[in-house]
């Protein structure tokens, strides 16, 4: 007589969910093109077996029952989990929000015209320095608090608000300090090549000096990548190449902010440099479009930032998906031209705005962003051996992410297999401190 196998002690169960999307269909790393973006993985009434904060297995409820038992167990009936939501481009490092430069330029100022009189970037540059490393560390926390909250539990942080070498070493310290205490994943970016601060502004050469030299040797062990705000009235293209060298030299990855105000070729030369991402894109050009569709730097659509400016320039996303892009989804949560942290608003935008189908988005969102960062082996997806880092939606179907808009649809955000935020009364019991993320980038 054949003997039953008993079952094997996890940490926990997540039972019972409406609807439980993997993204399991496929392999667990790479970000995913094509046809590929169609393959959600969904298991109806699924379930989620954690153990050490890692994924066991996923699978139907009754299944998971018969193999796992668990110390404790959440019944997500009714409710529909995702990947937790990897934002892979924003700006948390600030102080002061700039509201008043929100109603200037619905009164019809433009962006660059506000930047030129002294606010935009410079404005929160401003704001930053005169910052203690206490009171910048304060506002970094709430912040990174404000993405679990919408159901995120991976993001980039860039700096690029202090625009000196003093103040970009604080910013990344803070960035650094916080990140190891809090439960989300940070993988922090340094943007001195953000805007020329107004000491150097008619001394570009020399910023451009300051930022290869002096900054880079103090910021490199302090994040994980180097980002440049290319454009032709910002950082040109002889400049932005001179710095993404110089960080490259220096053990840095690259992203890059491109093609987003005017054309500058700056998706070419993502792919020429190598660079991880290549963010924005409203102005891409055909020729940037095929050279990222054969690369691996993937496309970063952030159509929060277009529906605040009001701008009704979006970036030729359902191209660039035929073409066989790896695009990602992202918030560019910053003071001044996108203040959310919303990646399910951002998904409704990349519906109407971007064309973009559910499963595209969701993917997106997850495991390509992921992939943009050098996290994907290790999330952005419920593949086994992944952390447990996933969002329950209360929503009727996966379908309804991006249908559902103006509202948080998060119920319960968890990270590392531990219930960290819970948005409705009915899982606050179940609410457990955060276990502190092992391995943290720039930790």
Request: hydrophobic share 45%.
């Given at each position: 007589?054949a003997?039953?196998?008993?079952?094997?002690?996890?940490?926990?169960?997540?039972?019972?969910?409406?609807?439980?999307?993997?993204?399991?269909?496929?392999?667990?790393?790479?970000?995913?093109?094509?046809?590929?973006?169609?393959?959600?993985?969904?298991?109806?009434?699924?379930?989620?077996?954690?153990?050490?904060?890692?994924?066991?297995?996923?699978?139907?409820?009754a299944?998971?029952?018969?193999?796992?038992?668990?110390?404790?167990?959440?019944?997500?009936?009714?409710?529909?989990?995702?990947?937790?939501?990897?934002?892979?481009?924003?700006?948390?490092?600030?102080?002061a929000?700039?509201?008043?430069?929100?109603?200037?330029?619905?009164?019809?100022?433009?962006?660059?015209?506000i930047?030129?009189?002294?606010?935009?970037?410079?404005?929160s540059?401003?704001?930053?320095?005169?910052?203690?490393?206490?009171?910048?560390?304060?506002?970094?926390?709430?912040?990174?608090?404000?993405?679990?909250?919408?159901?995120?539990?991976?993001?980039?942080?860039?700096?690029?608000?202090?625009?000196?070498?003093?103040?970009?070493?604080?910013?990344?310290?803070?960035?650094?300090?916080?990140?190891?205490?809090?439960?989300?994943?940070?993988?922090?970016?340094?943007?001195?090549a953000?805007?020329?601060?107004?000491?150097?502004?008619?001394?570009r050469?020399?910023?451009?000096?300051?930022?290869?030299?002096?900054?880079?040797?103090?910021?490199?062990?302090?994040?994980?990548?180097?980002?440049?705000?290319?454009?032709?009235?910002?950082?040109?293209?002889?400049q932005?190449?001179?710095?993404?060298?110089?960080?490259?030299?220096?053990?840095?990855?690259?992203?890059?902010?491109?093609?987003?105000?005017?054309?500058?070729?700056?998706?070419?030369?993502?792919?020429?440099?190598?660079?991880?991402?290549?963010?924005?894109?409203?102005?891409?050009?055909?020729?940037?479009?095929?050279?990222?569709?054969?690369?691996?730097?993937?496309?970063?659509?952030?159509?929060?930032?277009?529906?605040?400016?009001?701008?009704?320039?979006?970036?030729?996303?359902?191209?660039?998906?035929?073409?066989?892009?790896?695009?990602?989804?992202?918030?560019?949560?910053?003071?001044?031209?996108?203040?959310?942290?919303?990646?399910?608003?951002?998904?409704?935008?990349?519906?109407?705005?971007?064309?973009?189908?559910?499963?595209?988005?969701?993917h997106?969102?997850?495991?390509?962003?992921?992939?943009?960062?050098?996290?994907?082996?290790?999330?952005?997806?419920?593949?086994?051996?992944?952390?447990?880092?996933?969002?329950?939606?209360?929503?009727?179907?996966?379908?309804?992410?991006?249908?559902?808009?103006?509202?948080?649809?998060?119920?319960?955000?968890?990270?590392?297999?531990?219930?960290?935020?819970?948005?409705?009364?009915?899982?606050?019991?179940?609410?457990?401190?955060?276990?502190?993320?092992?391995?943290?980038?720039?930790?």
């Open positions: 007589m003997t039953v196998a008993a079952p094997e002690p996890v940490d926990r169960l997540f039972l019972h969910c409406r609807e439980l999307v993997t993204l399991a269909d496929g392999p667990a790393a790479g970000a995913r093109r094509g046809k590929a973006l169609l393959e959600l993985g969904i298991v109806p009434d699924g379930a989620v077996a954690v153990r050490d904060g890692r994924i066991v297995a996923v699978g139907a409820t299944d998971l029952r018969r193999r796992f038992r668990a110390g404790e167990e959440l019944d997500l009936s009714g409710f529909v989990v995702l990947p937790g939501f990897v934002d892979c481009h924003t700006h948390p490092v600030f102080t929000t700039r509201e008043h430069e929100f109603h200037q330029r619905c009164s019809g100022a433009d962006y660059m015209a930047a030129a009189a002294g606010g935009g970037i410079l404005s540059m401003r704001a930053v320095r005169q910052a203690t490393a206490g009171e910048l560390a304060q506002a970094v926390r709430r912040h990174l608090d404000g993405f679990l909250v919408q159901g995120t539990t991976t993001i980039e942080a860039k700096s690029g608000y202090g625009l000196s070498t003093e103040a970009e070493v604080k910013s990344l310290r803070v960035l650094r300090d916080v990140s190891r205490e809090h439960a989300l994943t940070v993988s922090p970016t340094f943007l001195g953000h805007e020329f601060p107004p000491e150097y502004r008619d001394d050469e020399g910023y451009v000096r300051l930022v290869v030299g002096e900054m880079l040797s103090r910021v490199k062990e302090l994040c994980d990548s180097c980002d440049v705000f290319a454009e032709p009235k910002v950082f040109d293209r002889v932005t190449v001179r710095i993404l060298s110089a960080a490259r030299s220096e053990g840095l990855r690259l992203r890059l902010h491109a093609d987003e105000i005017e054309p500058m070729g700056g998706a070419e030369l993502a792919v020429e440099m190598g660079a991880d991402s290549a963010d924005h894109l409203q102005r891409i050009s055909e020729a940037g479009q095929e050279r990222l569709a054969q690369s691996q730097t993937v496309a970063v659509f952030l159509p929060g930032t277009s529906f605040l400016l009001g701008k009704n320039v979006h970036p030729p996303a359902r191209a660039m998906l035929e073409r066989g892009c790896a695009v990602a989804l992202a918030t560019d949560f910053n003071p001044g031209t996108c203040f959310s942290q919303s990646m399910p608003a951002v998904i409704t935008l990349a519906c109407v705005n971007l064309k973009m189908g559910i499963a595209e988005c969701i997106a969102a997850t495991l390509n962003a992921a992939a943009s960062l050098h996290l994907d082996r290790d999330l952005g997806s419920l593949h086994p051996g992944k952390r447990a880092d996933f969002v329950v939606l209360d929503l009727p179907s996966h379908e309804a992410l991006g249908y559902a808009f103006a509202g948080n649809p998060v119920a319960l955000t968890v990270k590392d297999g531990v219930p960290v935020v819970a948005n409705i009364a009915e899982f606050e019991p179940d609410l457990a401190p955060a276990t502190e993320p092992e391995d943290a980038p720039g930790a």
